[in-house]
């Protein structure tokens, strides 16, 4: 069951509205081409043939403390016979400042089992700030350049998953994460040829650092396909774990900010 949670949080994680805060307005065009309001992106969590849950990542326009800002949602799901063993409805939300590309607030809200977890946390990026430690909702204090781990997968598609990357490179994102600072570490494979519902696409291949445990065999069992497009859109997600191999791979998108153009033309 716990390798069941990673795989979910994990989606989640790589895989991002308050309606009582919305307005019709937009966010004024920014400086960020990868990612816009109205993205959503659906996934699909397979054990073999068998699907075992869906996820989806979606980007809408709010305002939050009279600050228009982005406000993204991860959510996953287990489904199927996966949901009777052992239920899952997990949600993460970030709301983004598009101008400064840093978080302004994020919500865990946890619902495994019987697990329970709900937590609000609001950032500060004063560059004299303290770090916090607190297992409380609330304002933390943290220092310039820290994340939350859904604001950190869109920076991630923003600055960091291009053409400038060497394989065998680390990307480092320092991310807030149950109430602690998290180093995202991930290691970039290079480029791949993977085939899809969508035909086969053309994508940046990266490993994320897992921590081996009752989850993961090595460091490197979590494999993630990125379109190596101007989108930057994940496609595939793969756990190797200790139970074996789930995959997790894009089943439809809308609202993409730029053409969906890693097709591999046919020959």
Known sequence: MESLRVAFFSIVLLVASLDAYSESRSVKDTKIKAFGPGEELHYVLQYGFITGGRAS??????????????????MGYTSGLAD??????????????????????????????????????????????TFVNSKRSGE?????????????FYIGR???????????????????????????????????????????LECYKFSPVTEVGRAFKTEDDMHVWITRDANRVPVRIKFNLVVGSFTCDLDSFKGLKNPFSSIVPKK
């Open 158 to 200: 923003e600055k960091y998953f291009n053409d400038n990357l060497v394989e065998g490179q680390i990307i480092k994102i320092v991310t807030y994460f149950a109430d602690e600072e998290f180093p995202l570490l991930i290691r970039f494979r290079g480029i791949e040829k993977i085939k899809t519902k969508f035909g086969e």
């Open 140 to 152: 933390k204090y943290v220092a310039p350049g820290i994340y939350d781990v859904v604001s950190a």
């Open 84 to 129: 009777k063993i052992f239920r899952v409805r997990d949600v993460y939300e970030s709301f983004f400042d598009p101008e400064s590309m840093y978080p302004v607030k994020s919500i865990r809200n946890i619902n495994e089992g019987r697990y329970r977890w709900y937590n609000e946390a609001l950032y500060r990026h004063d560059k004299d700030s």
């Open 57 to 74: 990542l979606v980007v809408k326009d709010t305002v939050y403390n009279n600050r228009q800002v982005y406000h993204m949602k991860g």
